[in-house]
């Protein structure tokens, strides 16, 4: 189960390492047909600049025909879109998986109307995603 927050936020335990749990998700979003725009290693970019950082990747990843009917409505939600997903290493060694929740984010962006379903469809495959790459149960809690 996650812990769901004000700010949008959903975090779920990883049963993996941060870079495992990236490379599950990578997988997993690229044998839905959707895109990885990007890989951001952060603890190493640190390391590049002489700091310390925990294991931390974030990957940028989408669906044009998830995504562009939201922009069509309100092209504001670009700013939030694609998707990202930060796995992270807490200071206890534990691994977690956060990403926006996507119903958050047209609430954010003022989205509705006819994209309710879009979001919907959105939510169950993010969750349906993060899932997977974190071996967890469920993400988004029943109802």
């Known amino acids: 189960?996650?812990?769901?927050?004000?700010?949008?936020?959903?975090?779920?335990?990883?049963?993996?390492?941060?870079?495992?749990?990236?490379?599950?998700?990578?997988?997993?979003?690229?044998?839905?047909?959707?895109?990885?725009?990007?890989?951001?290693?952060?603890a190493a970019n640190a390391r590049e600049v002489g700091l310390d950082l925990r294991p931390t990747?974030?990957?940028?990843?989408?669906?044009?025909?998830?995504g562009t009917p939201l922009m069509q409505a309100r092209q504001a939600i670009g700013l939030d879109?694609?998707?990202?997903?930060?796995?992270w290493q807490d200071a206890a060694g534990?691994?977690?998986?956060?990403?926006?929740?996507?119903?958050?984010l047209a609430r954010r962006h003022a989205v509705g109307g006819d994209t309710e379903a879009t979001v919907r469809a959105m939510r169950s495959g993010l969750g349906a995603l993060i899932a997977a790459a974190a071996g967890a149960d469920s993400v988004f809690p029943a109802g």
């Open 1 to 42: 189960m996650s812990d769901l927050s004000d700010d949008g936020l959903v975090t779920v335990a990883s049963k993996f390492t941060v870079k495992e749990t990236i490379d599950r998700l990578a997988a997993t979003v690229a044998a839905k047909n959707m895109t990885v725009f990007a890989r951001i290693d952060h």
């Open 57 to 66: 990747e974030l990957l940028i990843f989408g669906s044009a025909k998830a």
């Open 81 to 87: 879109l694609p998707l990202k997903a930060l796995a």
């Open 94 to 104: 534990k691994v977690h998986l956060t990403i926006n929740d996507p119903t958050w």
